[in-house]
């Protein structure tokens, strides 16, 4: 439940290409820390570039968050995303829910997250692919500070008994 089915650099590491080739229409990604960084509502031109891209492929980019609608949208308020707040992840339960609104199959979606703890455990257990990211700062808010000390052993873990669990540059770049 908590192994990835890749390890990528970072979010925009996600090409269009291997997407289409997936038959991904949506990827569904968490905001602190994986598109943002957790403490702070500033991103770089890669960002926007990278969900123009998405956006001109149809490859809808969602948020995924458990926090406020009025916290992610004022983070994203210019970015051309649509939102899931308070998700409760790891909890399946919205994730699900909402795919089941949007008519959404779980097999056109990718999940994406910096957290072994919520963002992969709660895209597996909603029967997503899920991509683990490295986070976007080294620092952490507090409440995210435990799923890390936990995250650590349970990462060493995945990787020591799969030799392809490594930090990747694309989808393609696997084993």
Same mark, same amino acid.
């Given at each position: ?9 970072? +979010?925009?590491?996600?090409? *269009? /290409?291997?997407?289409?080739?997936m038959n991904i229409t949506t990827i569904?990604? =968490? #905001? ?26 149809? +490859?809808?980019?969602?948020? *995924? /968050? ?6 992610v949208e004022k983070a994203v308020v =210019? #970015? ?31 999940? *994406? ?20 990211v490295k986070p976007l700062v080294k ?37």
């Open positions: 439940m908590f192994k990835p089915y890749v390890m990528l650099n970072k +979010i925009t590491d996600l090409e *269009v /290409s291997d997407l289409k080739e569904m990604t =968490d #905001l602190d820390n994986t598109l943002l960084p957790w403490n702070s509502n500033d991103y770089d031109l890669t960002l926007r570039k990278w969900l123009n891209q998405m956006n001109a492929a149809d +490859i809808e980019v969602m948020i *995924v /968050s458990n926090n406020s609608y009025e916290r =210019d #970015l051309p995303v649509s939102i899931v707040a308070r998700a409760v992840k790891p909890l399946p339960f919205v994730i699900m829910h909402h795919l089941q609104m949007e008519h959404i199959s779980p097999s056109s979606v990718l999940f *994406v997250g910096d957290q072994v703890m919520t963002d992969v455990l709660a895209g597996n257990m909603s029967g997503l692919k899920t991509v683990l620092t952490d808010a507090k409440k995210t500070r435990v799923n890390r000390f936990f995250e650590r052993p349970i990462l060493h873990f995945i990787q020591k008994h799969d030799t392809n669990m490594y930090w990747k540059d694309s989808l393609n770049d696997r084993d």
